[in-house]
């Protein structure tokens, strides 16, 4: 008799662990329902966005006019774009085996012509360039503008006079300076003046060269008048290095 109560006892205590058992894993069901709820809403953020600048006409953007194009191959960097123009390089000679001119194209990255250079060139029966010219057209041929050069030399070869001249695309004269140059005995440049048009002064540059060596600049600027009426020293060590700079009012 007291064998079959026990059994009894047993089976009872199953049969309440399996409701404990059930119970518990009913209440984590729930609990594990409950966090996916809240997870699934949203959250409020913790600072409040600035409202939408409102605006009384909607922008618009400009159409790019290369949308849709991409750059070809060989014209993507600046250094791809000179090759290219170096492949464009014509050159023209004379007799003498003188370059007369020289023409090439610059493109832009998308490999579209955007300039054509032409350059011109006189010389004088010593072989000296005396003229040297320069012109800048659009893919179309329109221009965009020019200059030239004038020179002169002395009895030893040397450079003593430039003229240059630039013009608008219209043709029109924009600039016109006249520099002259004086030599030292070892053939270096030490003074260098630059007038206008009217022959009135606009700038001296003098080169103190000391044993082959430039040691001081100085600049002098003119007024309308030519007139000096400022002035600025630079000096150097024996490697170049620029020890000073001074300025000075002459009036």
Do not use: C
């Given at each position: 008799m007291e064998k079959f109560l026990d059994i009894i006892l047993q089976q009872k205590r199953l049969i309440a662990m399996k409701i404990n058992t059930l119970v518990i894993l009913f209440i984590v069901s729930i609990l594990v329902l409950g966090c996916s709820e809240d997870s699934s809403?949203?959250?409020?953020?913790?600072?409040?966005?600035?409202?939408?600048?409102?605006?009384?006409?909607?922008?618009?953007?400009?159409?790019?006019?290369?949308?849709?194009?991409?750059?070809?191959?060989?014209?993507?960097?600046?250094?791809?774009?000179?090759?290219?123009?170096?492949?464009?390089?014509?050159?023209?000679?004379?007799?003498?085996?003188?370059?007369?001119?020289?023409?090439?194209?610059?493109f832009d990255k998308f490999g579209e012509v955007i300039k054509k250079?032409?350059?011109?060139?006189?010389?004088?029966?010593?072989?000296?360039?005396?003229?040297?010219?320069?012109?800048?057209?659009?893919?179309?041929?329109?221009?965009?503008?020019?200059?030239?050069?004038?020179?002169?030399?002395?009895?030893?070869?040397?450079?003593?006079?430039?003229?240059?001249?630039?013009?608008?695309?219209?043709?029109?004269?924009?600039?016109w300076v006249k520099n002259e140059f004086k030599y030292n005995?070892?053939?270096?440049?030490?003074?260098?003046?630059?007038?206008?048009?009217?022959?009135?002064?606009e700038l001296m540059v003098e080169y103190n060269i000391v044993d082959g060596m430039m040691v001081s600049e100085y600049f002098t600027n003119y007024n309308k008048n030519g007139e000096p009426i400022k002035k600025k020293t630079i000096t150097y060590d024996k490697i170049g290095t620029v020890t000073s700079s001074e300025e000075e009012t002459l009036k």
């Open positions: 809403k949203e959250r409020k953020p913790l600072v409040t966005p600035p409202a939408k600048t409102k605006t009384a006409k909607p922008v618009t953007q400009k159409p790019d006019p290369n949308l849709g194009k991409k750059a070809k191959p060989g014209y993507a960097t600046k250094h791809e774009r000179g090759a290219k123009r170096r492949e464009t390089i014509q050159d023209k000679f004379d007799d003498n085996g003188n370059m007369i001119e020289r023409t090439d194209k610059m250079n032409r350059y011109t060139y006189k010389y004088d029966d010593a072989g000296r360039r005396i003229e040297q010219g320069y012109s800048a057209t659009t893919e179309h041929d329109e221009p965009i503008m020019s200059n030239v050069n004038f020179l002169k030399y002395n009895e030893k070869g040397w450079k003593i006079e430039n003229v240059f001249i630039s013009y608008d695309e219209n043709g029109d004269e924009i600039r005995s070892d053939g270096r440049i030490i003074e260098d003046v630059s007038y206008n048009k009217e022959g009135i002064r």
